[in-house]
């Protein structure tokens, strides 16, 4: 509370920039190294981003990174109404959100056709994967979201082929901001978000900030909450000019319900034996039982120091604790392959779980920017760490009777036994070089590598795994004068996600991912615009197959690849600001088929208008998303494609704006991914309405 009282006392001052010109000889110029990624340089215009720190963990032009990146800027998740994770890249070309439906327990999303990316927050390992002990963050604590497209395992190291999402913290400013926000909206949704900001001593050597968050909301699931605390206060010193030192906390508490339902296919997009469907509000579960109960504490501390002209220091490091509570109960999978009984009643399982996880991750690396002849250099050395255990108890039980999921009259918990199981531990250590070369002004080199040791100890089913591995990434780009800049690039991944041995007693390697990509980045000369257009394919192999010779063992020779066509641009044309997407992709798993709840298209607009003049103050946006047809599992008919609209609608006066945000504007009912045996529904339309004050 000291912090709050401090900053919004404190009086505003405007921001002094102070800039250094770069040295004829030697040095490109004096820098201060983004060690871990979490920083950009802005945007051009309110949402057009202009640079990156997650795809090199330097500060990077868009334009000069030679693979297929998407960040969402704050201003875009505000105006486009995003209330989750998720929500944040639902207008991006090649990423898919909500694979498996309406559902509070993770962020479930696909990158050109692979699922469940790499999570990180502020530069660093965010693992919410973890039996779901983990709370998610917040999206009114969060400045934007950047995605890597693909593999990114020579910066990252252990990391899925599909690519990683960095979520950016809100961070201390100097600029004097106090603002409050009241949000109610569909499903009893209220909300409300304080955000403090500003210098804490006159020199602006300290600054500091607080961003707070109390919800209380039902779901379109009955019996469901999604109510959620969240805390961030955070401080940066600047001791001297060369010296930058931020500390971030944060504690989040999560009081939800597992709004899966895990419901038949029958009934979502086929009808039921009866010919009926099923409501977007069924719930299986046992009132009273459900939950999903989770809270988190955090410490994050990211330090720059630029040491001379030519060499900088960076480094983050986080330690985190997280605890939960999981209760849920599913239609379970039985009566093949309908899932109802002859009466038309199902069975459930009952799942329990109490949860905790500690997690120390750190990231700390040195940059040097300086040239050689006509070549400038941002050369990159670098070292990561990640400790983590997770330790969970669980138990399931039988049912206590059979339900109608047309009308529950609900039986019962049943007798449930958890059992005490050891944790498990997780660590992986790397090292990491990259060079970014800049040759006449005109071509642009990136060359980097990691190497990695991976260790994983799971006392439970017997697995101690140590793996080691190196990747790489190559990118070479051209920039003409009239803002066209094409480029190639190839990048490598791994991930130690296979355990176990062979007929012969040999342990399994990591799985692998390639990808090769051309494209081209485009500026429009004049306007605040970024388009990038790219073709790609990924493999990732080292998946293990049943042995033909050896029906009982694995071997690993399978193979899962991705074929595809982005195109995405943000163009801003006077009061009008555009964003347009369109991704292709070609998928074919180990068994030959297409992969599970990949669509072969997709595409969405986003328009927002803001004029001027006698209409200055007024905003309005719309969108549309078209997501196409998806496939089952082994060749499984999967789920029908479909076009949900998005709007918004509000004025901003000197100190206060009103803001309506209606997604799914027509209330469309539909199925975001299905198998033979079950169908997730999405999300149903939300109506919030949303008043911030600054005071």
């Known amino acids: ?11 505003a001052h ?47 032009p868009v334009t000069e990174i030679s693979r297929s990146i998407s960040i ?43 699922d469940i990316p790499a999570e990180y927050l502020d530069g660093l390992q965010f693992d919410n994967s973890l039996y779901y002990n983990n709370t998610l963050p917040e999206v ?28 950016v913290s809100k961070r201390p400013e100097a600029e004097t901001s106090r603002r409050i926000t009241a949000e109610y909206g569909t499903h009893e949704r209220k909300q409300t978000t304080l955000d403090v900001t500003g210098r804490i001593d006159e ?30 206060p955070s401080l940066t010193f600047r001791p001297t000019p060369d010296t930058d030192i931020t500390v971030l906390g944060r504690y989040q508490k999560q009081d939800g319900t597992p709004d899966t339902q895990f419901l038949s296919r029958y009934g979502t997009v086929e009808p039921a034996y009866n010919g009926r469907y099923l409501s977007t509000g069924t719930f299986v579960g046992e009132p009273g039982f459900d939950k999903l109960e989770a809270e988190s504490a955090a410490i994050t501390i990211d330090a720059d120091h630029r040491l001379n002209d030519i060499w900088s220091l960076g480094g983050a490091v986080r330690y985190s604790e997280s605890n939960s509570h999981y209760n849920h109960a599913w239609w379970a999978y039985a009566d093949y392959p309908t899932r109802y009984a002859s009466d038309g009643t199902i069975d459930r399982t009952f ?109 439970n089913s017997g697995i101690n795994a140590s793996d080691s591995d190196i990747t790489v990434n190559l990118g070479l780009m051209y920039k003409f004068d009239n803002g066209i800049s094409p480029y190639v690039s190839y990048n490598e991944s791994f991930r130690q996600e296979n355990f ?72 801003k044309l006077g009061e009008f600001e555009v964003e347009a997407n369109y991704a292709f992709l070609k998928t074919e798993g180990d068994d030959g088929e297409p992969l599970y709840g990949i669509p072969d298209h997709a595409a969405s607009t986003w328009v927002t208008w803001r004029p ?29 494609s479909y076009t949900l609209g998005d709007a918004m609608i509000g004025y901003e006066f000197d100190t206060w704006d009103l803001t309506l945000n209606v997604r799914n504007l027509t209330d469309e009912t539909y199925v975001t991914s299905a198998d033979s045996t079950t169908g997730y529904y999405g999300e149903r339309r939300t109506i919030v309405l949303r008043l911030g004050v600054n005071f």
Do not use: C
């Open 72 to 114: 969402e800027t704050r201003q875009q998740i505000v105006d486009k109404g995003g209330q989750r994770l998720e929500d944040t890249y639902l207008y991006s070309a090649g990423v898919r959100g909500g694979t498996y439906g309406y559902d509070l327990r993770g962020n479930w999303a696909s990158i050109r056709g692979f």
């Open 500 to 571: 176990g041995t062979d007929v012969n007693g040999a342990s399994f390697d990591p799985t692998r991912g390639v990808q090769y990509e051309v494209g081209v980045k485009y500026e429009i000369p004049g306007v605040p615009s970024l388009i990038t257009a790219s073709v790609f394919e990924i493999t990732k192999s080292n998946i293990l197959v049943t042995d033909p010779d050896n029906p009982t063992y694995k071997v690993q020779s399978g193979e899962a690849t991705s074929r595809g066509f982005e195109l995405e641009g943000q163009v």
């Open 203 to 232: 020199q602006g050597k300290v600054l500091g900030r607080f961003v707070g968050l109390l919800r209380d909301s039902e779901t379109q699931v009955d019996h469901g909450r999604n109510d959620a605390i969240a805390l961030a």
């Open 612 to 640: 001027g003049g006698t209409w200055e103050g007024f905003k309005a946006g719309a969108g549309v998303r078209y997501v196409g047809s998806s496939h089952g599992y082994s060749g499984a008919d999967g789920a029908d």
């Open 351 to 459: 799942y329990t779980q109490y949860g905790s996880t500690q997690i120390l991750v750190g990231d700390v690396n040195a940059t040097a920017d300086f040239r050689t002849g006509p070549v400038t250099h941002k050369l990159l050395f670098g070292a990561a760490y990640n400790d983590t255990t997770a330790d969970n108890d669980t138990g399931y039980g039988t049912s206590t009777g059979r339900i109608d999921p047309f009308n529950p009259v609900y039986t019962g918990i049943p007798s449930i036994t958890v059992a005490d199981t050891p944790a498990v531990n997780f660590k992986q250590a790397g090292v990491y070089a990259q060079d970014q070369l800049r040759i006449y002004d005109r071509w642009l080199v990136t060359a980097g590598a990691r190497w990695d040791q991976v260790e994983t100890d799971n006392p």
């Open 140 to 167: 009114p604590l969060l400045e934007r979201v950047e995605i890597i497209k693909g593999p990114a395992g020579s910066l990252y190291g252990n990391s899925t082929v599909g690519g990683l999402l960095n979520a």
């Open 14 to 60: 405007a921001q002094t920039v102070t800039g250094t010109s770069a040295s004829d000889s030697v040095v490109l110029e004096p820098v201060t190294v983004e060690g871990t990624g979490q920083r950009t340089g802005g945007s051009l215009g309110p949402t057009i981003p202009r640079s990156s720190g997650t795809a090199t963990k330097t500060d990077t």
């Open 1 to 11: 509370m000291a912090l709050i009282s401090t900053l919004t006392a404190a009086p």
